[in-house]
């Protein structure tokens, strides 16, 4: 690796004081470093022959990165300013031997599946987008509920009537998934997740699928058989209007992110370290 | 009783066919009849001396007429003219009948408590309303986290990254507090309940206080420290726009429901049906 | 208060250092004590004159000092010696300051209920004991499932194919109750909550009644239509054998357990401590 | 095809009617059939060239078979003769045209990942055993509260003071691990789902991994640091002791049931039968 992109998150590193010391250290060993401090919205602003982008804030920053970095395929390695992450994989403390371990060669690469989600107005395709955590639908404006059909490859499946749905990969498990109750995966599992939002049913249950399975979301009338008007957001980001009678059609994407794993520290020992907090017990 | 008032959901009652029927009986038996068939929004449209109101619809129609008629303390009668509800008392089946049992006098007043809340901007007091089943602070607009301060008799108890906050009565644990992943409450219990939506944390549970406490939900920052808005919506309507600092404080309210109970079948009968349905079971 | 009886769980004070304390302290003070040292199986060994019991442990021994001291309604004063507890009132650090208030009348009583189950074979009853957090209905041996037949005030309420029932008081809802995903309930609250263990459906959710309602819990037959067995235990303790066809009748005890408050530090307070710690969240 | 064995719940088909109308079209076919309308413990009873098992019961009689017929890979065909299963293919009402379809050959082999689950005391394998649902280490005797230590892959995860454990398959999704709170998995995805029963903690969460994954699970002390004993239950059979240190290792299977499938109807389908009758909803 010659070439590097650092994003770094301005809110995290206020004064740039850890993106100095990562550009520092690659200038001395004789590496290029591009610095970008605003957020990154697609991949467009990156140089096509960026060989790793490093990351510097938290799950959230790496998730946008993800989503950036994606269509060129470049492997990430994150630095997490705040509290503990799943995603990044460098403590400040260790920053330098973890970027020694970097340029000697000395990582593996993590794929992470990620979803891809296109919205069709009739047989007019709206949009379409990419999530490496989840896809959610949801309501916009005030509180009411909203009916959503869903179909798995083409049969129906269910109608919930709920604030929202949520489609989730195993990274996606640990956000907003597990605010609606949703189980924890180990992101090495292979599958796709969904997840109602204060459905209106004693079932709240997350039905898993394969990974390989094609999920539709249809929004259905309002109440009084009205339009109703919805969100579908990746990420939580990048809102695509819909309305009644368009569906949502959700499957695997072709890309996978690229993580860069440094250390032998697993997800497993992060849902640890997590839980650890969490024995309130009786 | 002399003077009724008769509150039809008109989407439900389509030609007032049944609104007609009680009419028409009422008038046989020499009593006066008043018929609305738009919504009430509030009390001021209820002459003084209305000694019973006959709500047709469902459990949605009955908690918008409670609203209207605590003020006064009118006893509601329900029909039913949807699904099993918990708040309508009689089928349409039995109508006449009821009506008989009514006018005889054969019934008996079950009082239903309600939530008071009141908005407060620092000192200034924007707004206040009534509930019958909840009161629901919640996001407008695209979906993000907001964090709610919760307090207790002034006394802090938690805070929540969450979507919202539901705080129920005893008749609302079957409405949007169950959505959320509340218990089921019998009406004559006395109590408030506290349930998040979509915590970020695994620890969903509801907290069950003492129907005297009072409640105080502070909105919070956003992620960016930055000022948030949402809403307080009073029986998911009348919604009162909150901001970053506002308080709103939620206690007992002076006034109960009256409902008419004409007879023996009571919550859990109503309870059992509805969980009649949900066996699917292993 | 003049007599005191000292119970200590001699597992958590080892050398009796505390109870050490605690006797020298009122001797000196001219207070008469007893020590124990042995678990108290029922009030039979209490002297009648005690007028304050002095628990030193942590949650479990206070419940069953509060099994022994309810015939004659000693108070109870908590001395943890273990992880927070929700009924100790003392922490090791504050005990004789505290033993200091107690002494100068500087307290309040506060009164917890308690349940009474009675076991009817046919209309012979089998037993009958008091329980401050919780009567579980409960398989024995190996795993299987057993169907429990609920009755409120007489009335059937529901069937469940379970590994068990917990009926709890609020005290209890801290407890096994919460484990089987229960809510958590301010323990000022007056009710008696309903919670199935491992139910075979999707409807998993806690009922929750009035503190008056009598709840009845018969068991049912086995799955190829044979005798079963099971036990209700009484906070986790004291066994009573069930078969196939026996009744478990539960309501609120006559008497309260009462429990000494020294400081303003309520139940909030040390639920908010315990949840403090939960936040791993997203 | 033409050698069948045809085993019968004769519990669910008294008279034997059912397979008595299945051999007689078997033999009208001149295929062989020979039935049995005992339990079948293992394959030891299984003649060597059976081609195919028809079962005639519920899914409590396939996953008994299934544990019988795995060693020799013999599919299985399962015709419900009780409520909708999610595991027996054929209803009574079409037996002979199901019949038809499997003597033509108009079927499909579904395969079910199987668990395998070995049990160590010291170094010392104390027994090993399949399941195609779950395996379960569960408490024996009277309610106590044991704790579990998991480890994933050799790494420690987590400890749970809790009434017991379940490791269960996607086939098991709506089996046991539904009751305590699982997720519903279907059948085709690939993975291990860890799910505490009764956990003493308000993370109550099941943790889904990869198939390839090895879970090790050990019996903890007791409260007072003494020998606890428990029960690891394959499929809710065949327990097997174990006692404090003990270790039960659980992977997948080398081989996997196999199920003939002649309809299209999917898990999926079965499932949204079953949730339908689910919407007591608000």
């Given at each position: 690796?010659?070439?590097?992109y650092i994003l770094t998150n301005s809110m995290k590193d206020r004064d740039l004081k850890v993106t100095g010391q990562i550009r520092e250290y690659l200038d001395a060993n004789g590496k290029e470093a591009i610095v970008r401090t605003e957020p990154l919205a697609d991949g467009a602003a990156l140089p096509e022959d960026v060989q790793c982008m490093i990351v510097l804030g938290g799950d959230g920053t790496m998730i946008q990165a993800a989503r950036?970095?994606?269509?060129?395929?470049?492997?990430l390695l994150g630095v997490n300013l705040g509290t503990l992450g799943y995603l990044t994989e460098v403590e400040q403390k260790s920053l330098i031997p973890s970027l020694k371990l970097?340029?000697?060669?000395?990582?593996e690469i993590e794929e992470r599946m990620m979803l891809r989600g296109s919205v069709y107005h009739g047989t007019h395709k709206a949009g379409s987008d990419l999530a490496l955590n989840d896809i959610a639908i949801n309501r916009t404006g005030s509180l009411r509920i909203l009916s959503y059909h869903i179909y798995v490859n083409g049969s129906f499946l269910n109608s919930y009537s709920a604030d929202g749905i949520i489609v989730s990969t195993p990274t996606g498990s640990t956000?907003?998934?597990?605010?609606?109750g949703g189980p924890i995966v180990d992101p090495k599992a292979?599958?796709?997740?969904?997840?109602?939002?204060?459905?209106?049913?004693?079932?709240?249950?997350s039905i898993i699928l394969s990974a390989n399975d094609e999920i539709t979301i249809e929004l259905g009338e309002g109440r009084k058989r009205d339009e109703e008007a919805a969100e579908a957001a990746f990420d939580g980001e990048n809102p695509i209007h819909i309305v009644t009678g368009d569906r949502i059609v959700i499957h695997q994407a072709l890309r996978k992110t690229k993580i860069v794993k440094l250390s032998k520290?697993?997800?497993?020992?992060?849902?640890?370290?997590?839980?650890g907090a969490d024995q309130p017990g009786r």
């Open positions: 690796m010659d070439k590097f950036a970095a994606v269509e060129q395929e470049i492997p970097l340029l000697d060669g000395n990582y956000g907003y998934s597990l605010s609606a292979s599958l796709i997740m969904i997840t109602p939002i204060c459905p209106h049913t004693l079932n709240t249950r520290r697993s997800f497993l020992e992060v849902l640890r370290r997590k839980m």
